[in-house]
């Protein structure tokens, strides 16, 4: 095959998954031969006899935290709740991305298939946008996911959270509470829990921007000086992602992606953090995240109780819609 229609195959994979790779100085041009090998499996996908949860919304919240701004959310509810017991809780970042259908997460069908199978505890899912400012409809994700301040957290755990608390039986259990993002959103997922260990001990990231947008290099040396907070965290990122180049050829280990994100990784494992990690092949996009999600999910879910009981039959069971 020539290389002009390799290039035209990869453009039209790109338009079937979703979002083509982001570019920046210091990654490779055009479309990823690397994101080409990081497809989804049959976790990700709709599976014949698994009772599919609801999407509710969009809902409005008003934002006190950063006053003239809304942001808006969706839940998911799995179909076996009932609202009889707590449920575990999951909220993700820049929750439409994770919700496309034809996306690259479909974190429905994640949830779906591992509650069913009992790989994750039944949970509620809050998949919450970016604010954008209710007069001119401009967003403000960088403003709130790369700053270095419990300001967004003040979004989800005193705005967002007393919401799902009121619609829906939840644990008040920080260890059954997890946060998901990519990108911006993956630094601010870890600022919350960073924040809010009272709230969130669990943490998935992916191309996590712990460089300087604003600031976020300088997490490694804030863990080493800090004591070791109740957080266990995924992080995937790839050696293609933006590594600190710019187009003169100029290195900047501020602005070197990857490499920040190994710094990160070291430190937390240095200071004793339940930390797990996978670096992959590629570049600043959804792909290696996404075909991860699932065995991402089960990890960091892992120490859901379970029974030993040979003759427990629930715990052998698939979970079934009530």
Do not use: C
Request: aromatic fraction near 12%.
């Amino acid at each position: 095959m020539s290389r002009r229609k390799s290039v035209l195959v990869l453009l039209l994979l790109a338009g079937a998954w979703g979002s083509p790779a982001q570019r920046a100085p210091g990654g490779p041009a055009g479309p990823s031969e690397f994101d080409a090998f990081y497809t989804l499996g049959p976790d990700s996908l709709p599976r014949d006899g698994v009772p599919k949860g609801q999407i509710l919304g969009p809902f409005p919240l008003p934002s006190k935290a950063f006053p003239g701004v809304e942001h808006t959310y969706h839940v998911y509810v799995p179909a076996q709740y009932d609202g009889s017991r707590d449920m575990s809780l999951m909220v993700f970042n820049d929750g439409s991305v994770y919700l496309k259908a034809d996306g690259l997460y479909r974190a429905q069908n994640v949830l779906d298939n591992l509650i069913f199978r009992g790989d994750i505890p039944e949970m509620i899912g809050a998949f919450i946008d970016p604010g954008v400012v209710a007069a001119t409809k401009a967003s403000i994700r960088a403003e709130e996911y790369d700053t270095l301040s419990d300001r967004y957290s003040k979004v989800i755990v005193d705005e967002l959270m007393p919401v799902l608390y009121k619609d829906y039986k939840i644990s008040r259990d920080p260890d059954r509470h997890g946060f998901a993002g990519w990108s911006s959103g993956a630094i601010a997922a870890f600022t919350v829990a960073w924040e809010r260990p009272d709230q969130f001990h669990k943490v998935l990231n992916a191309i996590g921007t712990f460089v300087d947008l604003k600031g976020g290099y300088v997490y490694p040396e804030k863990i080493q000086a800090s004591e070791r907070k109740p957080i266990r965290i995924f992080m995937v990122d790839g050696r293609n992602d933006n590594r600190g180049l710019n187009d003169k050829g100029e290195y900047d280990p501020h602005r070197d992606w990857f490499m920040q994100n190994v710094r990160l990784k070291d430190a937390l494992t240095q200071k004793g953090y339940d930390v797990n990690y996978s670096w992959g092949m590629g570049v600043h996009s959804h792909n290696m995240g996404g075909a991860m999600l699932p065995e991402m999910m089960r990890w960091l879910w892992r120490d859901q109780p379970v029974s030993v009981d040979p003759h427990d039959m629930v715990e052998r069971s698939f979970r079934r819609k009530k």
